[in-house]
């Protein structure tokens, strides 16, 4: 899990403004979401942590840590300001305390038992600056210089504040104010000439000066590669040069220093594939022999310094003996050592000061160019290899695991030369291998008795100081108390002389009135405020609170406030200040959802409910599939490609209304329908000679049913407004207008409409009294067929809504059904519609009982035929 810290300079020079229109800090935030976005398209980068520190003081300038969420990381990104000075040695040390806070805690360093590459936690950290001067409290620096006092525990254990899979890279912004007009320049970005890349180079990274956009983007795709798991080790050649190849050139023949004798380099540790944690078996020895006796630790260097000897040595592998392969990182080492194509050749390697009896120390391992000499790689083995691997070699084949004395005494003498943290790694590789235990239980690990309970201390140290600092981060810095006045001296003024006074008096004519002698501590205590920038300037109320530069611009605004005589009351704010936000808070968009009132609830709770996208109200939440039973499901919210009120959706389900005045949406309440009277009027209402009603005649309730057209036949008519059931057809209400204006002329209820309790089969009122209303055929059938149309597609919405409802509850469909207006052939193409949207939605029982019912009303309309035509 590689941890990036991001280092962003805060200094007032980030301040200044590039030809973009952007600061130096708006486009160090800018990079730090690019690189994010970047890395994120990898996939191992799930187990990234993220980290910020700013040039602040301890503990405020680290602005996320290790408990700290990817929001806050982003929300202090968002309200970075540079205001300070560049202490960048004393934020850098802060960078290097705050990664290595946890490392005694862990034992990752295992100090005095040798490097194990394999115990690492890589990161990274991206310093983005402007490369300007060093200033600090004290003065301007010319160098880097890191504070060498430090609160960690421990860190007197290691020569160098940063550890060897630390590696810093630094971002030099040098983006002009003024547009370039030469092109710029093609190939890799440059390192820049500040103080900073030398610290760059000791960690293993490097610095880049960035001139342009294109430059920074290119970076940051380079940075993205350079996150890589592994330690950095420098290699350094020992004895003479390998004698040249026969076919080399005569211009490769080189004498004196080459670039690959001396290799600062990474070495890649890979994680296991199964498990994604790196195993490895053989540490790399310590620069130091253990001494039981000795109190204290030697400090370590951060990076190992590991030597090779250029003697031609044969690779030596032995079977069920574990051994370490670690890949190194392009350098001239590496293209030397594939330059000459010898993949069966090897270089041992060695670290000074490990064995017990020589400077050089005995072999741990060698350097190897790969098979296809495509890379170069580290093998670490055993310490002392060339004598352990023989000797486990005849105990594996020759002795079978029985080892006889003079075996013995060999094991003896090698394990007298070996370091003694390296007997847990081969206890390990006996067990592996099958042998029996050869070494005692009760061996020493080298350490003594005080240096134990030293680590054993700085332990519970470091996790006290975990806990400390990990409170203390997020919180905001304690305003400052204003400027101290200090007291000049016990020196008398000028304007406490006599002869001052004198002067005024001789001028004026009446001296001033002051003390002749005040007291000297009267202001020793005197402090300056300060401006509180937390408080919302109130420029109307506090004159102090507006800049010398928008002093006119706010006398035009409390003139213009003073002379507007439309509103009553003087407004103590201006708008525009009522409704300014600043630029680093426009993006807190969780802050003001958190702030905002609680929304109302849904008028209808069933409507999809919307998401909260920025940008787009419209968009609705989408939901899976929801399972019904066995053979029937149920999709998310249809016709997601439409309006609700289209026209064009007619088909799948009505349109959706807010609020509708008609009983049939009223849920919870039952539909009573309008009494309407006899499909045919009766014989004695009839006219004998023409067969028509009578002009006296007026019916409240009209819909197509009861209007003869020349179209329909009159066993049509009989049969759809002939009831099936008690409830079987209902019809359309008359228009509010004609029943209000009839009532107000009539002061009573109009004919023909029935009081609650009456049946259908009431006979029809005459009214003689006042003169009849009627309308025209054509508006007459017009407004029919508007209401039946209307009523329709109420009964269409609520016959949808209930088909995609989950169960097989279809009573209340059936119901909504007998409600449907029209003719024979509305209803039947009504009832088709419905098939077909219940067949969308795969209800296949629902389907068998709707052709059923279709098929009743095909033969009972047969058998009304009949009847009429008898």
Request: with cysteine; hydrophobic share 35%.
């Amino acid at each position: 899990m590689p941890v990036l810290l991001f280092l962003i300079d805060t200094s007032a020079s980030m301040n200044q403004r590039t030809h973009l229109g952007t600061t130096y800090l708006d486009i160090a935030k800018g990079a730090v979401e690019t690189f994010m976005k970047l890395r994120g398209r990898d996939p191992a980068s799930r187990g990234d942590r993220y980290m910020l520190v700013n040039f602040e003081d301890v503990p405020f300038g680290i602005k996320a840590g290790w408990k700290e969420s990817h929001a806050t990381f982003m929300t202090e990104l968002r309200n970075l300001q540079a205001t300070g000075l560049t202490t960048f040695g004393q934020s850098l040390r802060t960078s290097f305390d705050l990664l290595n806070l946890n490392r005694l805690v862990t034992g990752i360093d295992n100090y005095g038992q040798g490097r194990n590459p394999f115990f690492l936690e890589p990161a990274i950290i991206i310093a983005i600056t402007d490369g300007n001067k060093l200033t600090s409290s004290s003065g301007v620096q010319d160098e880097l210089h890191l504070p060498l006092t430090t609160p960690l525990p421990g860190s007197e254990l290691t020569k160098e504040p940063f550890r060897w899979d630390q590696r810093l890279f630094s971002l030099v912004l040098r983006i002009p104010g003024n547009a370039s007009v030469e092109p710029e320049p093609l190939g890799g970005v440059p390192p820049d000439d500040s103080p900073i890349t030398p610290m760059c180079e000791v960690t293993g990274g490097r610095s880049y000066s960035v001139f342009s956009q294109r430059m920074l983007n290119q970076c940051l795709e380079s940075l993205v590669q350079k996150i890589q798991s592994g330690v950095v080790i420098n290699f350094e050649k020992t004895g003479p040069d390998p004698p040249p190849l026969e076919d080399a050139p005569a211009e490769v023949l080189k004498t004196g220093l080459q670039p690959w004798h001396c290799c600062h380099k990474l070495i890649y540790v890979r994680p296991n594939p199964k498990t994604g944690v790196p195993i490895g078996h053989w540490p790399i020895p310590e620069a130091f022999w253990p001494d039981q006796n000795s109190p204290t630790l030697p400090p370590r260097s951060a990076h190992p310094h590991v030597r090779f000897s250029c003697l031609d040595s044969e690779p030596m592998v032995i079977d069920k003996v574990p051994f370490d392969k670690y890949e190194l990182e392009p350098s001239p080492l590496t293209q030397f050592i594939l330059e000459r194509k010898s993949p069966h050749i090897c270089w041992q390697v060695f670290v000074c000061n490990s064995a017990k009896y020589s400077d050089l120390g005995q072999p741990f391992g060698y350097l190897k160019a790969s098979t296809a000499l495509n890379c170069v790689n580290l093998f670490v083995m055993p310490y002392n290899y060339p004598v352990l691997l023989p000797l486990l070699d005849d105990l594996n084949k020759v002795h079978k695991f029985k080892p006889t004395l003079k075996w013995r005494q060999s094991f003896e003498n090698y394990l007298k030369t070996m370091p003694p943290y390296y007997y847990g790694s081969l206890r390990k590789a006996l067990r592996i291998m099958g042998a029996p235990n050869l070494l005692a239980d009760n061996m020493e690990y080298g350490l003594s008795y005080s240096v134990v309970s030293y680590l054993k201390k700085l332990s519970q140290q470091s996790k006290i100081e975990y806990d400390r600092l990990i409170a203390l981060i997020g919180k905001k810095p304690p305003p400052e108390g204003g400027i101290k006045v200090r007291w000049r001296g016990g020196g008398i003024s000028l304007a406490q002389r006599r002869d001052f006074i004198q002067q005024l008096q001789s001028l004026t004519g009446d001296g001033p009135t002051l003390p002749m002698e005040l007291n000297p501590k009267e202001f020793q205590g005197f402090h300056l405020a300060l401006l509180n920038k937390g408080l919302k300037p109130q420029s109307f109320r506090n004159p102090y609170d507006i800049p010398r530069s928008h002093l006119l611009d706010q006398l035009s605004r409390m003139r213009r406030n003073l002379l507007n005589t439309g509103v009553c009351t003087l407004r103590g704010q201006d708008s525009d200040q009522l409704h300014s936000v600043p630029i680093a808070q426009m993006g807190n968009y969780q802050d003001f959802l958190k702030a905002a009132p609680q929304p109302l609830r849904d008028a209808d709770p069933e409507q999809p409910k919307r998401l909260h996208t920025f940008g787009n109200p419209f968009k609705l939440d989408k939901k899976g599939m929801m399972i019904d039973e066995a053979d029937e499901f149920v999709t998310g919210p249809q016709n997601k490609g439409k309006r609700p009120g289209d026209n064009n959706n007619m088909q799948g389900g009505g349109p959706k209304r807010r609020r509708c005045m008609s009983p049939l949406l009223r849920l919870g309440r039952a539909y009573t329908p309008p009494v309407s009277p006899p499909a045919s009027p009766r014989p004695s209402d009839l006219d004998m000679n023409n067969g028509t009603p009578e002009p006296d005649l007026i019916i409240n309730h009209l819909n197509q049913n009861h209007y003869n057209s020349d179209t329909s036949s009159d066993s049509e008519s009989e049969l759809l407004s002939g009831p099936v059931d008690n409830h079987d057809s209902y019809a359309g209400s008359e228009p509010e207008d004609l029943r209000h204006r009839d009532e107000e002329e009539n002061g009573q209820p109009r004919a023909g409409e029935l009081p609650l309790g009456s049946e259908a089969g009431a006979e029809v009122v005459l009214v003689e009294d006042q003169p009849p209303r009627y309308l025209s055929p054509a508006a007459l059938k017009k407004h029919i067929h508007t209401e039946t149309a209307k009523v329709n597609n109420e009964l269409r919405a609520l016959i949808t809504k209930e088909i995609r409802k989950p169960g097989r509850h279809y009573e209340k469909i059936f119901l909504l059904l007998k409600q449907i207006q029209g003719t024979l052939d509305t209803r039947l193409i009504f009832l088709q519609n419905i098939i077909k949207e219940a067949a969308r939605f795969k209800k296949r029982v629902l389907i068998d009982q709707l052709e059923t019912f279709l098929e009743e009303i095909h033969n009972r309309s047969v058998n009304m035929n009949h009847v009429d035509a008898l």
